[in-house]
C-alpha cells in the first residue's frame, strides 16, 4: 500500500530535519512507541504499543534512518513485529522551506502481515494516514 | 476463533458499570458485533469485559420534547424495526437497516456501533446529517456532544477513557423534511465503500436546510459542509454532489482507489440528495 | 500473557431444556453447543461473523453463535436446530429444504434453516427479494441459493395454508 | 415437486428428493469436528507470516510450559516423515521436496512451522502464541510472470529461473497455418487464482490404537483410499493398518482432492503421543494454506478464414504453481491444453505451459480444473474473432462445431469427443431468451444510452475421469452391491459424495435395476475399512464412472438371482421383474428375499455357484465422456458506478441422461454461483511481497443470495455412448459454461466504446475506468 502525504511544521528545515533524526524526539512523536534504543550507526530498536479502537499489540521494531542528505531529505524505514502480525513502513521525506516553516512530504510504501492483514484489508490506508498525523501533531508540540 | 482469557463483569447499574470501566483493561461489551471478531482474532485482547447488557435502561427508545432518544444498547434490528423511529425519523432507521446482516443486527447496538467509530460504518453518516447529540457518561457525571463532535478520526471518538456512550439523541423531523441514506456496499464485508445521508427541508423544491453526513470515503465521517450549502444557495443536486469531494484525502484499498471513491461519493450524494427531495414532497 | 480466570455458572435453556455449567468467559456460544453439549448442529464456518454457519435463536433471534459468549447467553432460551423438529415431525421449513433440495453438502443448512425461520417469523409471505435480504448472513457454496429461495417460498405458503 | 417413492415406477429420470437430507436438515449429520473420542487432543498449528524467510531459531519452551500442552513439534521432529506427495508427472519436472512441517526456511504465507499439542482446542490456541520463531525475512516473488524476469528472487533457491517444467503440445502445420490465415486475433487473457472456499474447512481426527498398531485417520475428503495410500507411505504405516474415515464432508469443490500435511501430521502425532488428536482448520488457515484454483496467464491466437472458419489456435500459458506442487498441481494446466479446441472442428494447435513457482499457496483442483481457464480463453477468442469479423457470435460458433454426424471425433489435442450435438443447446438457448428480440433491445438500449450486453458460451468439457491412462491414479471405479438375507440392499460405492446426492441416485439405479423399494437401498461410501478400494469424486466422475460399475455390479447379481431363482423354481427358464423371479413355463415365482434367504441358507445351490448374494465390480471407462451446453447472459453496466447487473441467465446443458432433475439442477446453480463469482467478485490477490490480501469473507467475496441472478436451467439429452447409463457428468458444467458468457456479455455491452476484452473479475471500479476511456 502507497502511503502520501504532507505536513507542515512550524519550524525551520535545519531544525525539523534535525528532530526528525533525534531518538529522542522520535520516541516521544511515534503514536505508541515505549522504547527507543540506539543500535548502531542510525538504527535503533524500538517497543511499540499499538492502540487502535479495540485493537492492541505490543511491537518489537527497528527504526532505521539512511540515505540521509541534510537539510533536504532522508529514508526512514520503520518496522515491527508482534503476536498479531507484523508492520513495516518505510520511504522518503522530503523538507522544503515554506516561508517560516518546513514541508515534509513523505512518500513510501506501508507494509502489513499476519492477522493484521486478514481483517485489516480496508483500514490500512485510514490507520496509517492517522498514525502520520498523529506523528506530525505530536512533534509539533514537543518543539522546545 | 479463540479469544484470550478474560474476567468477565456483568454490572448492574450505570455506576457500577462506569466503576468497572475505570480499570484500563476493563473494555465494555455491548453486542460485540465488533469487538468478539477481533477478540476472536487476538487482534484486541481485554483483560475484562463489562457486560452492559444487565445495566438498566438502556434500550429504550422514546420521543421526549421534540427528539427521539434512542438507548446505547438499543439494537440496529430495534432501530430499523421501530414504529416511532421509522415515523419520526426514518433516517435512522434506514441506516440502521444496511448494517451488516440480520444476524448482526439482531446483536449489535447503536453505542457499541458508534463508540467503535469504524471509518465505513454506516450510523455516523446518519448521525452526522441528523446533527445527532451523544450523551457519554463518567464518573464524573453525563455530557452530551454532537455528532460532528463525537467523531474525532478513524477509530477515535470524544469518548474517555472510562467512559461510555449512554444514549443517542436525534430530531424528531418536522414536516417537510425528506431523508435517505444510500450506500456503496463492499461485497464481502458488507462495509460501505461510500455511504452518504441526505437530509433536506425543501418547500416546492427549494432547498431551506441541507445537512449531508457521509462514511466510507475518508479516515473519519463528516459532514459535508460544501454540498450543504450550495443545495442551500439553490445549487442543482448534481452540481451540489460533486463538490462531496472538495479537499477529501478520500482512503484507498483493495476493493476501492481513493480516485473511484470519490467518484463515488459523488455518485451516491447525489442519489441520496434526490431520494431525500423525493421524500421530502 | 496466561491469567487465571474464574469460571462462570450459566444456566441456559436449550431447546425447552434447562443446563446449568460452569464455563470459561471466553468460551463461545458455538463452543458451549458443540462440545460440552454435543449439539453439533450448528456448524463453525468462519471467525469473522460472515458466514452464518453456526446461527441459532436466541431469546427467539437469531445470531452468530461463534459471536457470543456462552456467559453472554446465561439465562437464555435458545434454539439451534436440533429443537426446531417436534415430536419427530420435522418443521415446514426443513420439509421444504428438503422438498425443494435446498441443501447439498449440509454444511450451511442449519444455520441457513434457523435465519429462514426468523425471516418466516417477522415476515410470513415474504417476496424473493425478502427473501434474499433475510438470508443475506449465511453462505452457501453448493446450492447457488436459487433452491434456497424455493424452499423458503414454499415453507412460507405451507406454514400460511 | 419431489415426491417420496414407495409404489414401484422406474425413478431414473425423476426429481426423486434426496436420501441425505434428513440427516442434514436436522443437525445430525456427523462431520469431522462434531466427533469427540476419548482423552482427545486438540492441535494448532503455528504458520509463517512471510512469504519467503529463513527460520533461525524456534522457542518452544514457553509454549510447553502451559498447563494443558502435551507437546510441541518442530520440523526437525518429523524430517523424515512425507514428503507431502505430488501425483502428477510430466517430463523434466522439477519436484520441491515438501516437508510436513517447514524445515529451515518458509517459502509462503501460512506454511506451517511447529505444531502445539493440547488437552484442548483453546489451549491449544494459547500455546501456538508462545511459540517463538525467529525468521531471516527473504525477497518473495508472488506473480508468475515477474518469477519469470531476470532477477526475481528464487522461490526454491536450486532452481533460480523459478520454472518447474515446460510443455508442449501441437497438431498440424502450426506456423503455417497462421503464415496463411486470413484472420489473426491475439489476446493475453488471465484466469485469476480463486479460493474454493468449501463452507466446512479442512479437518482431520487421528487415532491410533497401539495394541493392533492400527492408525484410523478420519478426515474431509475427497478422496479416502488415496489418501490412504499416500498417507501409509508418508508415515511408514503398512497401508493395510491405516483406516481412512470420510464421514460427512461440508464440500470440497476440489481443494479436498488432495493429501495434506496436516493429515500426515495429525497421524504422526497420534501415534506419537498414543492420544487422539484434532485438527480444525480455521477460516483464515483454509484462505492461506488450502490450495487455490486457476492461476492462469495465458497469451492466445486465432487464425481464421474471412468466412469465419477457425483454422489454428495457438496458446502460451503460464500457470502460477504456488510454492509446492500439491497432489496434482502441475497437472491442471495440461488439461487446459486438452480442451483448448472447445467445441471448434480446428485440428491446428499449438500449445506450451511453463509452470513457475512463486512464494505462493499452490494451485490445483478446484471445480472445473484446467477447463474453465480453456473454455474462458476458446470462448473469448471466438467472441473476439466474431468482433473482428463482424460476424454474429451465435453465427461464427455454428459455423466451426464439430457436426452431430462426426462422433466419435478426434479432437486436435487428442481426445476422442463420445458424442454431441453442439448446435442444438445453442438454439434452445438461443430461442429461450429470443436472441432476434433481444438484440433489437439491445439497439433500443443504446439508443437510450444504456449498455445493455448479450453474451453466450458455448462449452465442452471433459469429464468422467477417466480412462486409467489418463488418470494419476487410475480412472476406475468400484462397486459393490449386497443383498442381505432379509432383502434389503447395501450398496459400497468407492466414490466419495459430498454434497453430489449420489447416495440417493446411486439407490434410484439400484431400485430401477433389481425393481426394489428405493427405501431399502442403503449406500455407503468414505471408509476404507468398510468400502473395496475406489478412486473417489472429482472430475464430474461420481455417477458416469461411479454409477457405471454399480450398473455393471447390478448385472453381474441379476444373474446369480436368476441362477438361484431358476433353481428354487426348479425350471431352465427364470425373467427377474420387479424384485421377483419368474418361471417363463408355469408363472410360479419367488421374491428377491426369498432368493438373498435361500443364497444364504445354502441348503442348495446352483451349479457352479457360490453361496450368497453380492457382486463387487471394478470398471474401467473406455474414454472420457464430453458434456456440452450453451449459457446465454444479459448484462446490464451502470454508466455512473460501473457495476455490472446480470439481468437473465439462461443455462441449456447436455449432460448425457438425466438420472435426477432436482439434483442436476442443483449442480448446475452451484456450478454458475461459483463461474459468476470468478467472473465478478472473485480474486485471491497476493501483494508483491507474497502476503494474501484477500485472507479472510470480509475481503474475498464469495456471492451471497442478494448477488445471484435467477438461473434458468434447461437440457438437452445427449446419451453418452462411453457408459450403459449414458450419463456424462454434471458436477463442473456450470462453472465452465459461465465466465465466458458473463464477460462476453460484459464486453458486449461495452464494444461500442471499443472495448474488445476484460479481464475477471469484473470489478465495478474496473468497468469504471474503462467507460472513463482508461485501460481496462
Known sequence: MKVTGSHLVPLDRARVYSMLQDPEVLAACMPGCEKLEKSGEDSYTMKMKMALAAI??????????????????????????????????????????????????????????????????RLIDATSKMMIKRFFEKLIAVQP | MIAHPFDYLTPKSLPEALLLLADPDAKALAGGMSLIPMMKLRLAAPAKLVDLRGVPGLTSISE???????????????????????????????????????????????????????????????????????????????????????????????????????????????????TSYQKCLQPASGFAIVGVAARLQAVSGNISMARIGVTGLSGCSFRANGVEALLESGSDPQAAAAAIANGIDANSDIHASAEYRLHLARVYAAKAIRAALAAAR | MMIAIMRRAIAVTINGKRHSNEVEPRLLLIHYLRDVLGLTGPHIGCETSICGACTVLVNGKAIKSCTMFAVQANGADVLTIEGLASDGNLHPIQNAFWEEHGAQCGYCTPGMIMASKQLLDRNASPTEEEIRHGLEGNLCRCTGYQHIVNAVKSAAAKMGA | MASVITEQEKLIGKGIKRKEDPRLITGTATYVDDMQLPGMHHACIVRS????????????????????????????????????????????????????LAQDRVYFVGHPVAVVVATDRYIARDGADLVEVDYDVLPAVADPEKALADGAPAVHPQWPDNVAFNFHQENGEVEKVFAEAEVVVKQRITSQRLIPSSMETRAVLAEYRSGEKALTIYSSSQIPHLLRTLVAGMLGVPEHKLRVVVPEVGGGFGSKLNVYAEEALMGWIAMKTGKPVKWIESRRENFLTTIHGRGHVDYYEIAAKKDGTITGIRLKLIQDLGAYHQLLTPAIPTLSVLMMPGLYRCQTICADIVGVFTNCVPTDAYRGAGRPEATHGIERMVDMLAAEL?????????????????????????????????????????????????????????????WMGIGMSTYGEICAFGPSPATPAGGWESASVRIEPSGKITVHTGVSPHGQGEETTFSQIVADELGVDFNDVVVLHGDTAIVQYGIGTFGSRGTAVGGTALYFALQELKAKIKRFGAMLLDTDSVVYEEGRCACRKTGNSVSLAEIAGASYRAMKLPPGTEPGMMATY?????????????????????????????????????????????????????????????????????????????????????????????????????????????????????????????????????????????????????????????QA
Open chain 4, 390 to 450: 463482424k460476424m454474429d457470435a451465435a453465427e461464427l460458433r455454428l459455423k466451426n462445431f464439430i457436426q452431430p454426424g462426426e462422433f466419435p471425433f478426434a479432437s486436435a489435442t487428442g481426445l476422442t469427443y463420445d458424442s454431441g450435438d453442439y448446435a442444438k443447446p445453442l438454439k434452445k438457448a438461443l430461442d429461450i431468451v429470443n436472441y432476434m428480440g433481444l438484440r433489437e433491445q439491445q439497439r433500443k438500449a443504446r439508443a437510450e444510452g444504456r
Open chain 1, 56 to 121: 492492541s499489540g505490543q511491537f518489537d521494531g527497528k527504526v532505521s534512518i539512511t540515505d540521509q542528505n541534510p537539510p533536504g531529505s532522508f529514508r526512514l524505514l520503520v518496522e515491527g513485529t508482534s503476536k498479531i502480525g507484523f508492520m513495516k513502513g518505510g520511504g522518503l521525506l522530503t523538507l522544503t522551506t515554506e516561508g517560516d516553516a518546513t514541508c515534509v512530504a513523505y512518500e513510501g510504501d506501508v507494509q502489513v502481515g499476519g492477522t493484521l492483514a486478514a481483517v485489516g484489508q
Open chain 4, 618 to 774: 471394478f470398471w474401467e471407462p473406455p474414454n472420457f465422456t464430453f458434456p456440452f451446453g450453451a449459457h446465454i447472459v444479459v448484462t446490464e453496466v451502470d454508466k455512473e458506478t460501473g457495476v455490472v447487473t446480470i439481468q437473465r441467465y439462461v443455462a441449456v446443458d447436455d449432460c448425457g441422461k438425466i438420472l435426477n432433475p432436482l439434483i442436476v439442477a442443483g449442480q448446475v446453480h452451484g456450478g454458475v454461483a461459483q463461474g459468476i463469482g470468478q467472473s465478478l467478485y472473485e480474486h485471491g490477490i497476493y501483494d508483491d511481497n507474497g502476503q494474501l490480501l484477500t485472507g479472510e469473507f470480509m475481503d474475498y467475496a464469495i456471492p451471497k443470495i442478494t448477488m445471484m441472478p435467477w438461473i434458468e436451467s434447461e437440457h438437452t439429452e445427449t446419451p453418452s455412448p462411453v457408459n450403459p447409463l449414458g450419463v456424462k457428468g454434471v458436477g463442473e458444467a456450470g462453472t465452465i459454461g459461465c465466465s465466458p458468457a458473463v464477460v462476453n456479455s460484459v464486453v458486449d455491452a461495452l464494444s461500442p466504446l471499443g472495448v474488445r476484452h476484460l479481464d475477471m473479475p469484473l470489478s465495478p471500479e474496473k468497468i469504471w475506468k474503462v467507460l472513463q476511456g482508461g
Open chain 4, 49 to 100: 507470516p512471510y512469504a519467503a524467510a529463513n527460520i533461525k531459531s524456534i522457542d518452544i519452551k514457553a509454549a510447553l510450559e502451559t498447563p494443558g500442552v502435551v507437546a510441541v513439534y518442530t520440523g526437525a521432529a518429523v524430517k523424515d516423515v512425507g514428503p507431502v506427495p505430488c501425483g502428477a508427472s510430466l517430463p523434466g519436472l522439477r519436484v520441491p521436496h515438501h516437508h510436513i
Open chain 2, 64 to 178: 421526549e420534547s421534540g427528539r427521539l432518544k434512542i438507548g446505547a444498547l438499543a439494537t440496529h434490528f430495534d432501530i430499523e424495526s421501530s414504529r416511532l423511529v421509522r415515523a419520526k425519523c426514518p433516517l435512522l432507521a434506514m441506516a440502521a437497516a444496511h448494517i451488516g446482516d440480520v444476524q448482526v443486527r439482531n446483536m449489535g447496538t447503536i453505542g457499541g456501533s458508534i463508540a467503535h467509530a469504524d471509518p465505513a460504518a454506516d450510523y455516523p453518516a446518519a448521525l452526522q446529517a441528523l446533527e445527532a447529540t451523544i450523551s457519554i457518561a463518567g464518573v464524573g457525571g453525563t455530557r452530551a456532544v454532537s455528532a460532528a463532535e463525537f467523531f474525532v478520526d478513524t477509530f477515535t471518538t470524544a469518548v474517555g477513557p472510562g467512559e461510555l456512550v449512554v444514549e443517542v439523541s436525534v430530531p424528531v423531523e418536522a414536516a417537510g423534511t425528506g
